[in-house]
C-alpha cells in the first residue's frame, strides 16, 4: 500500500494500480504589519494559517482502477461532511484530519456507451481543525 485518504486506497499490486502524483504541501502563517509614525512598520505574527494539500491521480480501468466507481466516491467524499485522515507509507501526513475543498475530473477516454475508460483528477484538500 502507498497511502490512503478515507475510502481510497492508492496501491500497487498485481491487480490495481492506484497512484497519486504532483504532491504539494502548503504551510504558512498569517503576518501583520502596523504602521508607526517616522518608524518602520511594526511585524506581527497573528498564527498559522491550515494547510493546504494538492495532488493529481490517473484512474485507468486497464489498470484496474474503476473510474466511475471512483468518481462517485470522490463526489461523495468532496459533498459531504467528512474529514478524512491523509497516509503516506504508514506515516499520517500532518497532525489533523483533512477535507476535500475541490475536486476536478479531466475523462481522457470515453468508450461506446459513455463508458469511462482513464481519467485525470485532480484533489485539493484543506487540513480540518
Do not use: H
Not at 502524483?21 to 502548503?26: G, V, Y
Not at 504589519?33 to 494559517?49: A, H, S, V
Not at 483533512?98 to 463508458?115: F, H, M, P, Q
Amino acid at each position: 500500500m502507498i497511502g490512503l485518504l478515507g475510502d481510497i486506497r492508492f496501491r500497487v499490486s498485481d491487480k490495481r494500480v492506484l497512484t497519486i502524483r504532483n504532491l504539494k504541501r502548503e504551510i504558512s502563517a498569517s503576518w501583520n504589519t502596523m504602521d508607526r509614525i517616522g518608524l518602520k512598520p511594526l511585524t506581527e505574527y497573528t498564527g498559522p494559517n491550515l494547510q493546504t494539500i494538492s495532488f493529481e491521480m490517473t484512474l485507468d480501468a486497464s489498470l484496474g482502477a474503476k473510474p466511475r466507481v471512483m468518481l462517485q466516491t470522490l463526489e461523495r467524499m468532496a459533498e459531504g461532511q467528512e474529514a478524512y485522515e491523509l497516509v503516506l507509507g504508514r506515516r499520517l501526513i500532518g497532525k489533523n484530519k483533512w477535507v476535500i475543498t475541490k475536486c476536478s475530473a479531466a475523462y481522457d477516454v470515453i468508450l461506446r456507451g459513455g463508458e469511462i475508460y482513464k481519467a485525470t483528477v485532480n484533489l485539493n484538500l484543506q487540513e480540518y481543525v
